[in-house]
């Protein structure tokens, strides 16, 4: 049954076609979690930046949906913590999203987000605390 005569523009057209491709192909096809969400890395890696006292992270990981936009998001506190957060938040497009994984590397340049020790990277189910100043090997 051809459903594309009841749709108006071509912006509808496309979500079905993308809704048709995926249900063709027999992947799964994901509930409506469109809110961001924590989620989790594999490497995270600390550079010095080229102006003294800032630093670049690094963060990679795999991503749950191979069309998620992964962005690293730091805590906003009242003081500076010893620690400071910084959480690896994905968000999904709007319209029908296949499960199908994909590798993700994010940069966020550490200029004021640096706790009295260091950085917390956040993920899902894992952190890990980096000290800074960095000592360069």
Known sequence: MDYTHRLRGSTGYCV???????VTLGL??????????QIDFEKTKVVPGLIDGTYILIVAGTKPYQAMKVELV??????QPEYWGIQII???PDGPVATVTGP????????????????EVMGREKSKKINLPLKLK
């Open 16 to 22: 079905l076609l993308a809704f048709a491709i995926t």
């Open 74 to 79: 730091p805590v906003t506190y009242v003081r």
């Open 90 to 92: 994905g968000k999904l």
């Open 28 to 37: 799964p096809v994901i509930a409506d979690e469109r809110e961001p969400q």
């Open 104 to 119: 993700y590397q994010v940069v966020l340049v550490l200029s004021g987000a640096m706790g009295t020790k260091g950085i």
